[in-house]
Every structure is written in C-alpha cells, then in structure tokens.
C-alpha cells in the first residue's frame, strides 16, 4: 500500500501544503506550548527528524523545557529554554499544537513579529497564528497526526524515531485511545505504525509506570479532598502551593488527575483548580459526549477541545472556585434548556 493512501482525503490538501511549505524553510525555531503534554513533544520531535530529512537546520525551544514524565522520550536534538546564545539566528518558526502566541511563553511571543511563521495545530476555534501559513485541522485527534500526514506528504516513511513521536502524541492527546476522538482514521494510522514496528504497549508502560513516591502522596491527598457538586454531575478538587510542597511533588504529578475525576459514575463534568502564585490559579476541565467544555473554558478566557479545555484565572483560589464552578454551571443550564 503506498505510504500516501494512510492520508485521509481530507487531510491530503492540508498535509501536501505543508510539506510544501516546509520545504522552503531553512534555520527553523520549532516550538509548542508551554508546559509541553505528550502531544507537544512528539510533535516537536515528529517535526524536527522532517525537517532534518529534508537537509534543513532546526532547534527546538521550549521556555519550560521537557516535564520530567517525557524524559524517557529521545529526541532529535536538545530543548532550548532561552532563545539566548542559540546554535544559530532562527529566520523562521514552526509552531505546533498552540492556538495563543501567549501559549508559547514571554520570550517567544515577543519576537514572534520578526520571524516567518508556519503554524500546525488543532486546537478548536484557533485560526493559526502562522505569518507564512496555517494548518488549523480541529477534527484531528493530535497535532501528532498532522505531523505524520506531513511526513507522508513529503515522501517519507513512518518508522523508527519518527513513528514514535506520532505515537507518543496520539496516545497522550486520545487519552489512551479512550477519548471521543479516537476515530477510524487514528486507528487506521497507529494500525500502520506497529506493523512497522512501532511498539506502542512500550511507550504506555514508560507514560504510565514512571510515578515517583510525591506524586503517590499528592493523589491520595487530592482524592480524599475531591467533591461532587450538583447533585453529581460535576467533580472538584483544587490544589494549593502547599500541596506540593507537603507532598513533595511538582505540578507535573497532576498530570492526568482530573481525567479521574471524570471517572465517578454520574460526573458529566470533572473540574481541576490549581494554585500556580499569587492570585493566580489553572484550570482543567473534563467531559464525555455531548457536553461542551471549551464553551466553559471560553467563559473564562481559556480554550482547548470539546471535551477537554483549562484555561487561567488572575484570582485568588476561593475565588477561581466560585467563578469556575459559577461558569461550569452555567454551560450546563444552557445545554439543559437548549
């Protein structure tokens, strides 16, 4: 089967641009979201080792660099933090998986402007922030699976170090294949990956079996505090600075939490507040089905996926609960009268 037929048709365009684009790109600053998930990074890796392919410089930024869950992960290059004393003068960006320039953190976003940008995302309700060119495909399950349909498009094979980082992002961003958007097409495009070699049960293992004796501590202490609120059908739990530090765990051992929240019979809605400083607080929402989270997460000024969104609160925690909660509810009085 020719390596193209693993592209939907409704991709084809898509993917066929971008490497197009791609192509004609040299000394490329290829950067994610800050606080990368599995997505981000197999996205960057998937990114880097094309570009590489093709015979183009690249480096890889990330201003928080790589949580300590994907050190595991090999990727084509090291992580930049700073954009201070860097191999070379980026004259192009590649940005992935971000919808927001402030996504991308301070020191990215201020020297945006000045640099020719491509832009590969599926985030909903983004219109890509690409100078150069935008690739918005919200109906993808990873930024991931664009990357591989890149890939594809430019004529090479998804294997090694390559189809490992579109499986890493895949996995991440479909909850383990349990999320609604684990579609025909995803299946179809993993399916190719492990009859090539990938091992996908080996990347789970090292995602899933890597839990350090603070993050133990930290989930037992947020389960006891975890509440349900109307009559059920929304879970909460919020977790302060204190947490972390009497746990001895960093915020990165959240990772995945609220997503077990979601998982009390009768919860429609799984809400995670996080104290990050001073009047400042993230948040983490989760759904099923039908009901609508990033409207929720819209609210507030956040974003994200149908069922899957967060977002940041200037407010103290008493009061990111109150509005959080206020706004959860309201999202469900109106799919409830619509």
Same mark, same amino acid.
């Given at each position: 089967?020719?390596?193209?037929?693993?592209?939907?048709?409704?991709?084809?365009?898509?993917?066929?641009?971008?490497a197009?684009?791609?192509?004609?790109?040299?000394?490329?600053?290829?950067?994610?979201?800050?606080?990368?998930?599995?997505?981000?990074?197999?996205?960057?890796?998937a990114?880097?080792?094309?570009?590489?392919?093709?015979?183009?410089?690249?480096v890889?930024? $990330?201003?928080?660099?790589?949580?300590?869950?994907?050190?595991?992960?090999?990727?084509?290059?090291?992580?930049?933090?700073?954009?201070?004393?860097?191999?070379?003068?980026?004259?192009?960006?590649?940005?992935?998986?971000?919808?927001?320039?402030?996504?991308?953190?301070?020191?990215?976003?201020?020297?945006?402007?000045?640099?020719?940008?491509?832009n590969?995302?599926?985030?909903?309700?983004?219109?890509?922030?690409?100078?150069?060119?935008?690739?918005?495909?919200?109906?993808?399950?990873?930024t991931?699976?664009?990357?591989?349909?890149?890939?594809?498009a430019?004529? #090479?094979p998804?294997?090694?170090?390559?189809?490992?980082?579109?499986?890493?992002?895949?996995?991440?961003?479909?909850?383990?294949?349990?999320?609604?958007?684990t $579609?025909?097409?995803?299946?179809?495009?993993?399916?190719?990956?492990v009859?090539?070699?990938?091992?996908?049960?080996?990347?789970?293992?090292?995602?899933?079996?890597?839990?350090?004796?603070g993050?133990?501590?930290?989930?037992?202490?947020?389960?006891?505090?975890?509440?349900?609120?109307?009559?059920?059908?929304?879970?909460?739990?919020?977790?302060?600075?204190?947490?972390?530090?009497q746990?001895?765990?960093?915020?990165?051992?959240?990772?995945g939490?609220?997503?077990?929240?979601?998982?009390?019979?009768?919860?429609?809605?799984?809400?995670? #507040?996080?104290?990050?400083?001073?009047?400042?607080?993230?948040?983490?929402?989760? $759904?099923?089905?039908?009901?609508d989270?990033?409207?929720?997460?819209?609210?507030?000024?956040?974003?994200?996926?149908?069922?899957?969104?967060?977002?940041?609160?200037?407010?103290?925690?008493d009061?990111?609960?109150?509005?959080?909660?206020?706004?959860v509810?309201?999202?469900?009085?109106?799919?409830?009268?619509?």
């Open positions: 089967m020719p390596q193209t037929d693993l592209i939907p048709a409704s991709f084809m365009a898509g993917a066929q641009r971008m197009l684009v791609l192509s004609g790109l040299d000394r490329v600053l290829i950067s994610g979201h800050v606080n990368p998930d599995g997505d981000a990074a197999g996205s960057l890796a990114a880097g080792l094309i570009l590489r392919s093709l015979g183009k410089e690249f890889l930024y $990330s201003s928080t660099g790589l949580p300590q869950y994907l050190n595991f992960f090999p990727l084509p290059g090291a992580i930049h933090t700073s954009l201070e004393r860097l191999p070379f003068q980026p004259q192009s960006a590649l940005l992935l998986d971000c919808g927001e320039p402030h996504r991308l953190g301070r020191e990215l976003a201020g020297r945006l402007p000045a640099l020719t940008s491509v590969i995302d599926h985030h909903l309700g983004g219109n890509g922030m690409g100078s150069l060119a935008n690739w918005v495909e919200p109906a993808a399950a990873a991931a699976q664009l990357m591989a349909y890149v890939a594809l430019a004529g #090479l998804l294997k090694g170090e390559l189809a490992d980082a579109v499986a890493l992002g895949v996995i991440t961003d479909t909850g383990g294949f349990c999320h609604g958007s $579609s025909a097409d995803v299946l179809f495009l993993c399916a190719a990956l009859a090539d070699g990938c091992d996908l049960t080996g990347l789970r293992q090292h995602l899933e079996n890597n839990w350090s004796p993050r133990m501590r930290l989930w037992g202490r947020l389960m006891e505090r975890a509440r349900l609120t109307r009559g059920g059908s929304v879970a909460f739990c919020r977790v302060l600075l204190e947490d972390l530090a746990c001895q765990a960093c915020k990165e051992d959240l990772e939490f609220v997503e077990q929240l979601r998982r009390l019979r009768g919860v429609r809605v799984a809400a995670l #507040l996080r104290e990050e400083g001073p009047q400042l607080c993230k948040f983490s929402l989760r $759904s099923y089905g039908s009901t989270v990033r409207s929720t997460a819209a609210l507030l000024g956040g974003g994200g996926h149908f069922n899957a969104a967060g977002g940041t609160l200037r407010l103290t925690p009061q990111a609960e109150k509005a959080l909660l206020d706004a509810d309201r999202q469900l009085n109106d799919e409830k009268t619509a």
